[in-house]
């Protein structure tokens, strides 16, 4: 009957609910704290609680003294930690809430009637959080911070392990499920959230302080690492503790106080509810070498107790916590969208209502077929079909409706971001159902297939030359600015600037103006092959000689050099578009395949000519 008795117990307390460090019916884990806040107006009110059967989890050894008297406890002996919480978002980045303790510790009780009054209140907690202000709703990296007030609501003298680190008042009377005094604590929290870049996982941390002028003042502490498997199912893992960093009668030991490990997994179900488990490991029991034994020879460092409302004295080994401990909690939020038909790479729905239309269609055929025998067929088909209407449309299929989709027309089965485009993992321009190359290095130049192209300027550099005594290009030329057209048609932000370097020579000026003229003649003819203008410069520059060579006489002067530089430059992605849209709106159909001017060749042929007369008469 007593076995009986304590597994219907067992499912009581479990039904209730637990409070331990974190544990506020947040939206990740169970002890874990994140930045994410409710919304305005939105409502979340829940129960969790965490059960264990082991002794330890009451006292060091499963041992108490009553008058002096030493009470060893059966091998099983059931402890329970709950709350009950709810929550309120104020606005957008505050959260406010409460969450009321209770606590059950089965040392003595007879039958199940005694054990359910056992069940005794703990502190309430009101809270505040407050989400950072200044970082975006979008960025990966989040901050909040949280106030807590422990409002001294426990019952006391009762229970034997003290539910925080903070209860513990060292030789003085340590009551188990209450300070006996106001406690407050302040936490900052830290979320990487990399949903927001499709990537599934999310990460909280938070650490804080809790003041208690009679209790000891201890550091509060929990991580954990979320996984989303599926858009209902969340699995985690998480560590939390706290830690007493005064000494008021007990000694200051990181492994003597609330530290545990606890995987689970969340379920996110229907109309907003989150549905919790997982188990608590004691990290402190899971230290290679950790013996019990060895453990319970320092007992009397670690002995507090009080005395009961009857005046008997109790004394035990304080423990922080169950080797073992089933935890779990279930929330209900209210006011927000349904979480249930979320992505596992992003929070929007894709379809939140479905709506049954009724169709009644008669379908009335009437066929003579006249052959050698004449055949009237007369059939009514008649039959009742149901339509469904997505009210959230998603035309192209991918998954992001029609609504948020920036690229309704995705191809059908490639992989798209949040915003329904198509995804282009290395940045390049490419989208990866086109890129052959889906690593490409940032700021690498690639060609339509997303692969790099390496291209040899030098060796075209070379080959542009231009016609004797003219700014004409020489024929041999073409084939090499060919090439150079179809390396800018494969870079549609290349832009390239044509440097032709000439000797300086004759009058002032003159050598400029030829340099620039035979730039411009590489640029028109880039231009005629379809390479928009505001892609390409033209660039004359004037070289001096040397005093060598200005010393150097010859019997017949050479033609003035002039070396073809080219130079790289990037132009924005929108300018190229804009451009191709004007010249379309300008270009003049009588005018359309009308060559680019050039400059005037007899001009430019006259003054070498007089140049070369002056240095005759010289």
């Known amino acids: 009957m007593e076995h009986k008795n304590l597994a219907v117990l067992v499912l009581l307390v479990a039904g209730i609910s637990f409070a331990q460090t974190g544990l506020m019916g947040g939206s990740d884990g169970i002890h874990q704290q994140s930045t994410k806040t409710l919304g305005q107006w939105h409502f979340t009110a829940g129960t969790g609680g965490n059960v264990s059967l082991d002794p330890w989890a009451q006292t060091r050894g499963g041992v108490f003294y009553e008058n002096g008297e030493r009470i060893k406890m059966h091998d099983v002996k059931l402890s329970a930690t709950g709350n009950f919480f709810a929550a309120l978002g104020f606005s957008d980045r505050v959260d406010v809430g409460v969450a009321a303790e209770i606590n059950y510790d089965r040392t003595d009780a007879q039958d199940i009637d005694e054990a359910t009054q056992s069940i005794r209140p703990g502190d309430m907690d009101f809270w505040i959080k407050a989400r950072a202000p200044f970082v975006s709703d979008e960025s990966v990296?989040?901050?909040?911070?949280?106030?807590?007030?422990?409002?001294?609501?426990?019952?006391?003298?009762?229970?034997?392990?003290?539910?925080?680190?903070?209860?513990?008042?060292?030789?003085?009377?340590?009551?188990?499920?209450?300070?006996?005094e106001v406690v407050i604590g302040a936490t900052g929290i830290f979320t990487v959230d990399l949903g927001k870049i499709d990537i599934p996982f999310r990460w909280n941390a938070a650490a804080g302080f809790v003041y208690a002028s009679q209790g000891?003042?201890?550091?509060?502490?929990?991580?954990?690492?979320?996984?989303?498997?599926?858009?209902?199912?969340?699995?985690?893992?998480?560590?939390?503790?706290?830690?007493?960093?005064?000494?008021?009668?007990?000694?200051?030991?990181?492994?003597?106080?609330?530290?545990?490990?606890?995987?689970?997994?969340?379920?996110?179900?229907?109309?907003?509810?989150?549905?919790?488990?997982?188990?608590?490991?004691?990290?402190?029991?899971?230290?290679?070498?950790?013996?019990?034994?060895?453990?319970?020879?320092?007992?009397?460092?670690?002995?507090?107790?009080?005395?009961?409302?009857?005046?008997?004295?109790?004394?035990?080994?304080?423990?922080?916590?169950?080797?073992?401990?089933?935890?779990?909690?279930?929330?209900?939020?209210?006011?927000?969208?349904?979480?249930?038909?979320?992505?596992?790479?992003?929070?929007?729905?894709?379809?939140?209502?479905?709506?049954?239309?009724?169709?009644?269609?008669?379908?009335v055929v009437d066929t003579i077929v006249k052959s050698d025998t004449l055949i009237k067929v007369d059939t009514i088909f008649k039959y009742e079909s149901f339509t469904v209407v997505d009210t959230m449309p998603d035309a192209d299929q991918d998954g992001v409706s029609d609504d948020l989709d920036l690229c309704p027309n995705s191809p059908p089965g490639i992989v798209v971001n949040r915003n329904g485009c198509p995804r282009d993992f290395d940045g390049d321009g490419i989208p990866d159902y086109l890129d052959q190359c889906p690593n490409t290095k940032p700021g690498t130049s690639v060609d339509s297939t997303g692969c790099a192209v390496n291209f040899d300027l030098n060796g075209l550099e070379k080959n542009i030359v231009f016609k004797s005594k003219s700014t004409a290009l020489d024929k041999s030329s073409h084939k090499t600015l060919d090439e150079l057209v179809f390396l800018m048609i494969a870079r549609p932000t290349m832009g390239v600037e044509i440097q032709c370097h000439m000797e300086k020579f004759g009058k002032e000026g003159k050598a400029q103006t030829i340099a620039q003229s035979r730039a411009q003649s590489a640029v028109d003819y880039l231009v005629r092959k379809g390479i928009e203008a505001n892609r390409l410069r033209a660039t004359g520059l004037v070289v001096e000689k040397t005093a060598a060579e200005t010393k150097t006489k010859s019997k017949k002067k050479a033609e003035p050099n002039c070396a073809v530089k080219l130079v790289i430059f990037q132009v924005a992605d929108e300018e190229v578009k804009s451009d191709n849209k004007t010249e379309e709106a300008d270009v003049n159909p009588a005018e359309e395949n009308k060559p680019a001017s050039a400059p005037d060749k007899k001009d430019v042929k006259a003054e070498t000519k007089k140049a070369d007369v002056e240095k005759k008469a010289e």
Do not use: C
């Open 141 to 180: 990296f989040s901050l909040a911070a949280q106030l807590d007030v422990f409002m001294p609501t426990g019952e006391k003298v009762t229970g034997t392990r003290p539910r925080h680190a903070w209860f513990i008042k060292g030789r003085e009377a340590t009551n188990p499920f209450t300070a006996d």
């Open 216 to 363: 000891a003042n201890t550091l509060v502490y929990n991580t954990g690492l979320n996984w989303d498997m599926s858009y209902w199912i969340t699995a985690f893992v998480e560590y939390s503790g706290e830690f007493r960093v005064e000494n008021n009668g007990m000694p200051i030991d990181f492994f003597e106080d609330p530290m545990h490990v606890t995987p689970g997994i969340r379920l996110h179900l229907p109309q907003n509810i989150d549905l919790v488990g997982g188990i608590d490991l004691s990290t402190r029991m899971l230290r290679v070498g950790y013996n019990r034994k060895e453990e319970l020879k320092n007992i009397e460092k670690y002995t507090i107790g009080y005395d009961d409302d009857h005046g008997h004295s109790k004394r035990y080994g304080y423990t922080p916590g169950a080797t073992y401990a089933l935890t779990g909690l279930i929330s209900w939020t209210f006011g927000g969208d349904h979480k249930s038909y979320k992505t596992a790479r992003d929070d929007q729905p894709v379809m939140d209502t479905v709506q049954l239309a009724r169709t009644d269609t008669v379908f």
